[in-house]
């Protein structure tokens, strides 16, 4: 199999789908972030942000906290040491595979 | 090929400009500091007001510092989270400022001894201080403005060289150093000014969840 194709194969199933990659590279960034943050981010919807930030919060990648500021509910998200070490691996095992020459004209067969 | 993972920590830095408050404080520094420099050029130390007016201003420079990150938090609070939420960088307030605060000391340092190197006369490498001042505000309003696309920045930095270059030519080292900051500094608090009064016009708060 040509190994980028390999490499992109074993990336991080749960990081790798679109919205939750935006998530995690969202929050990667700060020390932790509000709902509306994250909305404005990742341009999704309401729905779709609960959605996949309850299955990141599953899979044990983000914390997420229920406050209030002032009257006004909040929810605070943050990852994990988990998620945070698992978005390092999936950020540098897709920088390799995109960016890093491959061996040969179409990367090397295994 | 773009970079998406760049692409959305640009997206996320950019957070930083959109309201224009991290250029107001800027702006009234700068002014502040014009101004104690117009006093210590133009005024007369025997004079009955200067101690005061001397006092006035040290009291404001410790005050900003002491309560500048606390003030800022507080207008944030009512103004950027719940128009386009909260979010905490992982480098604490305090951090930031002292990795700033080494990076213009090193960068002080390097020119002085870059000018001792060369032979430069040291009352001529303070008569273009402000030069070298615009040069450097200059340089970050490009690299501002073509990383984050914000081009308010560039405005402010052409504005910072072509008046360091002026005043270097046109007045004696301290009233020059002065008139640098106080415009400077009027360019900060007006770009500041102009795009905070756009994003309380065209970002309303969020009444719902955040």
Known sequence: ?????????DLDRLIHEPARLMIAAALSLVKEADFLYLQGQTDLTKGNLSSHLAKLEEAGYV?????YRGKIPMTVCRLTKKGRASYKAYEAALRAALFEPANGAFGASR | MAD????????????WYRDGLSEIPLGIVQLLMGGSGFIGALGNRTASWFVPVYLIYTVLFVALAVFAS??????????????????????????RHVLMLAAVTGALVALRYAGRAGGWDPDRWVQWLPAVGGLTTGAVGVYVTVRYGLPRFLVVGVLAIIL????SVEYPPRLAMAIWLAGVGCAWLCSGGATLWNYLRTAPPSADET
Do not use: C, D, F
Request: net charge positive.
């Open chain 1, 1 to 9: 199999m040509n190994s980028r194709l390999r490499q992109i194969a």
């Open chain 2, 70 to 95: 606390r003030i800022m938090a507080a207008v944030r609070e009512r103004i950027t989270y719940p128009r386009s939420g909260y979010m905490h960088p992982r480098l604490s307030g305090w951090k």
């Open chain 2, 164 to 167: 360091g270059v002026v005043v």
């Open chain 2, 4 to 15: 998406p993972l760049l692409e959305a920590r640009i997206r996320a830095q950019r957070y």
């Open chain 1, 63 to 67: 914390e997420i906290e229920k406050t």
